[in-house]
Nanobody, 121 residues
Framework: QVQLVESGGGLVQPGGSLRLSCAAS????????MSWYRQAPGKQRESVAR???????NLADSVKGRFTISRDNAKNTVYLQMNSLKPEDTAVYYC???????????????WGQGTQVTVSS
């Protein structure tokens, strides 16, 4: 089986920074796109950032210039560096990864359990 585990969330003041990590483990053959989503209370889940296996990135307009997505393929880990945080960034952040398992199944989207980010003074 495959699982994703997020870490690094917490409480931070406006203007502060956090670095989220998401590590994939299990019967992994390859990982394609890895992504970050977030969901605030009463709102739909939204895409924040994505990164391909080759390192190409895309960011939501709301976080461009403030967030950076990166990955360490050797560690099967994706990161989200969040700077200049705003109260509106408060949400549960989830990672998603398109993974081919070692049985050769077609790519499947796996989700992490989520990590809470709260930006408040």
């Amino acid at each position: 089986q495959v699982q994703l585990v997020e870490s690094g969330g917490g409480l931070v003041q406006p203007g502060g920074s956090l670095r989220l990590s998401c590590a994939a483990s299990g019967s992994i053959f390859s990982i394609y796109v890895m992504s970050w989503y977030r969901q605030a209370p009463g709102k739909q889940r939204e895409s924040v950032a994505r990164i391909t296996s080759g390192g190409s990135t895309n960011l939501a307009d709301s976080v461009k210039g403030r967030f950076t997505i990166s990955r360490d393929n050797a560690k099967n880990t994706v990161y989200l560096q969040m700077n200049s945080l705003k109260p509106e960034d408060t949400a549960v952040y989830y990672c998603k990864a398109a993974i081919v398992d070692r049985l050769g199944h077609a790519p499947y989207d796996y989700w992490g359990q989520g990590t809470q980010v709260t930006v408040s003074s």
